[in-house]
Each structure stands twice: as C-alpha cells, then as structure tokens.
C-alpha cells in the first residue's frame, strides 16, 4: 500500500494557512485574523519590556481580547504596576491574571526557596501549570516570542502548533529596532526596569540586567543552563533550553 502521510489537525492546517498567507513582518495582519477567524484566542504576556508593542496591536483589533497575565508571586514589582498602567493606558477591559495554586505553593514551595534548587520546577510551580489551566478554555493564543531572542526561537514561524491548539507568534521576525520604532511611533509607556539595563522581564531571582552587546535574554537564569522557562512547546513538549 502507497505510504499515507496522516491527516493534519485543525491547528496544524491553520498554522500552515497563516504561513504561507501573511508576509513575515504583518504583525497586525496575523493578529487581527487570529481573533476574528479561529475561535477563542488569548494573549498570553508577560507585561515585560516589549510586550506593549504586541498588546498595542492587539486592543486596536479588539480591546476586550483576553489577555493572560501571569503573577508568579516573585516578579519585581515595577512589572505588575506597568501592567495596570499599560492596561489603562490601552483601555484593556479582559486582563486575567493567573496565578500558582496556593495549594501547590504550600506543598511544594513552602519556603518560596524552590529556585535556588529547581529552577525547572518553580517554573513549573509558578509559571507553566497555571497556563495551562488559564488556556484551557481557548482554541489558540498569541506569543510574544520573537527570531532575536536567540536559543530555540531562531526558526520561529508566525504560526505553529501547541499540541491541539494553534499558537501564533506575530513579532517572530520583527528586529529590535522595529520593535524599539513602534514603540516610539506610538508613544507607548516603557517598563521602568529597561532604564536599568534589562531588556528582559522575569522573575526577580532569576533576573539581572542585560550587558552592551549581550543577547536580550541574557539576563534570565545567568550562569545556568537554562533559557526558557517551560511554557513554550517544541512538537508538544516542553522546552528547557
């Protein structure tokens, strides 16, 4: 019998369709037909140094898009204020912050030390577990991954895959200077940790500033072994490094 390659998924034919339809840079493009033709779909963000470019793009579709903030209980407390007046500023009327199981915490992270031992782990705890119940109800999200933060995402596409659901990763090909230009452009409020050298945004131990010259990520995990923290899947997996 000739060989049969098996049929593709809903997610999988979407992601395909949105490959081959949207040009690289046509952020607003992708996220306007996301929201309108592909069920519920939520932005997933982390309030961090470049994410009001992506939420910008996102209320000028739909200012009641579900967006996912994740408060993992140990960010600096400039992102969770940046959050409400990025909020306010873009009139966002759906932000959803998701938060750990304070059981889970309890019984897993009594001392909130688990990331000195277990970094994986706390992202885990603190991070990858709440998505997941916060994605539950949606057929899609969007990301705000991008090809210059290095590591896995050097091959990002505008759509892929996470496992049933579509995922989309409408700055995938954006540089660093049309990111920064957008932001001007549109006057958007900058996080006030970027003055202080950090260009990306995470959890407060786990989190130092960027050096000149340095990948923008740099400052997340220094020194271990890791560059992601397990929210983000490669052929439905979860990625460590």
């Not at 998924?9 to 996220?31: H, L, M, Q």
């Not at 119940?133 to 991008?146: C, E, M, T, V």
Request: with cysteine; net charge neutral; charged share 20%.
């Amino acid at each position: 019998m000739p060989f049969e390659a098996p049929a593709r998924s809903a997610a999988e034919t979407a992601a395909v369709e949105i490959n081959a339809r949207f040009a690289p840079k046509d952020a607003c493009g992708v996220i306007a037909h996301a929201l309108t033709h592909h069920g519920k779909v939520a932005l997933v963000s982390s309030f961090g140094a470049e994410s009001v470019v992506l939420l910008h793009m996102a209320a000028s579709v739909d200012r009641a898009v579900p967006v996912l903030f994740i408060n993992t209980g140990m960010l600096m407390p400039e992102t969770p204020a940046y959050q409400a007046r990025v909020a306010e500023h873009l009139r966002l009327s759906n932000v959803q912050v998701v938060k750990p199981d304070p059981v889970a915490l309890l019984t897993r992270d009594t001392d909130a030390l688990l990331h000195l031992a277990d970094t994986d782990g706390c992202c885990a705890l603190r991070k990858a577990e709440p998505l997941a119940r916060a994605l539950a109800p949606y057929d899609g999200w969007i990301s705000g991954r991008k090809r210059i933060h290095g590591g896995l995402r050097v091959a990002l596409d505008l759509a892929e895959t996470d496992g049933a659901r579509l995922k989309l990763n409408p700055l995938a090909h954006w540089s660093a200077r049309e990111i920064a230009g957008y932001i001007e452009a549109h006057d958007l409020p900058r996080h006030p940790l970027e003055a202080k050298g950090f260009s990306s945004i995470g959890c407060a131990p786990c989190t130092s500033p960027s050096q000149p010259g340095e990948n923008p990520r740099a400052g997340r995990w220094r020194g271990a072994d890791k560059t992601e923290c397990g929210i983000h899947f490669i052929n439905g997996k979860a990625v460590r490094t």
